[in-house]
């Protein structure tokens, strides 16, 4: 059995074994790829042989593929880097995007956490073609959006697309071409790749210009030099969660063996497309802080809603947007499964959940006899 079940991979995913070696073999190379010489080239293959397997995992040619620093970086460049002055983002899109455009008008959201379509239309009949950024799935509930329709109604009103695929590639077939997105944004470590290093898919003709100055890397889109050993990471993760992994049956047996323990407990998302490693879950009268603390002491790694950096626990906007009452979403925790999740991880979760909830209503049962 495991040290500890880890199953906060929607926060991070641990680096895959494949992928270290990977990245010890570009590190080995110590060129810059962008030098002519020998070294330089042997780098610039590294480089180049991740530009295609990244390529692959998301359907679309290398020369697509912009590596960036990650995510946060993507997002930011994909939204500053179109010319669009009115920008539509999704109410529960990641704070990357959120706070990178603040002024954007918020499309909302159903009680299941699906973009309204029928709201997007209203919006895009405005007057400005705007850049329309929504999510390929939320990190917090994994709930799938509808990005082919987001697109359809887009193209209508020739607005550009661009689509947050941090959570969702690697977890679900991502296609950008069959998507119909311009822009696609990417991140390493959701796929057991290293962190500080994710990718903007750029589709060839969209319009895009970088604000970063610098050098010419990255054709022109990215300034400074690459992460080589990051790069040649992402590669390799890319290419091996491409292989898919079956996570479904572990969640559904996860999700009924809680449930039968609190059957008020509310899985948010439920009635919708779900990613299969995905399971946000409120603890009725219970604290997501108490929980993730009380998890963390029986060897469980889950997290509380949005945990931002300082890691004081914030209330949940998405869960907000999809019309959750305050009280009630201070109680959800997420549950992430990832590619080392075995099934010892789900019983000792289910195994230290139950025992937190009977411990809390027992308790509040004793004093309520006692008063
Ligand atoms: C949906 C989504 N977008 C973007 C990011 C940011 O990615 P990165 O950590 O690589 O900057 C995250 C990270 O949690 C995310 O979940």
Known sequence: MPAFAYLDHNATSPIRPPVLDAMVDALRVGGNPSSVHRAGRAARLHVDAARRQVAALVGVLPSEVVFTSGGTEANNMA?????????????????????????????????????????????????EPPLV??????????????????????RAADALVH???????????????????????????????????????????????????????????????????????????????????????LRDRMEAALQAVAPQARIYGAAVRRLANTTCISMPGVNAETQVMALDLAGVCVSAGAACSSGKVTRSAVLAAMGVEPAESETAIRISCGWNTVSEDIDRLIAAWKGLYIRVTHSDLSQARAA
């Not at 689509?163 to 997105?181: E, I």
Request: overall charge neutral; charged content about 20%; aromatic content about 4%.
């Open 133 to 154: 950024s929504v999510m390929f799935a939320n990190n917090e509930t994994g709930v799938i959006q509808p990005v082919a329709d987001v697109v359809r109604l887009a």
């Open 163 to 249: 689509c947050d695929a941090v959570q969702g590639a690697g977890k679900a077939p991502v296609d950008l071409h069959g998507l119909g997105v311009d822009y696609l944004s990417l991140s390493a470590h959701k796929l057991g790749g290293p962190t500080g290093v994710g990718a903007l898919v750029v589709r060839a003709g969209a319009p895009f210009g970088a604000d970063r100055k610098g050098g010419g890397q990255e054709s022109n889109r990215r300034a400074g030099t690459e992460n080589v050993a990051g790069i040649a990471g992402f590669g390799a993760a890319a290419e091996i969660s491409l292989s898919g992994q079956d996570m479904a049956s």
């Open 79 to 127: 939204l500053g880097g179109t010319g669009r002055k009115r920008v539509l983002v999704s109410a529960i899109e990641h704070e990357s995007i959120l706070k990178a455009v603040p002024w954007a008008e918020r499309i909302p959201v159903d009680r299941n956490g699906v973009v309204d379509l029928a709201a997007l239309d209203r919006m895009l009949a405005g007057s």
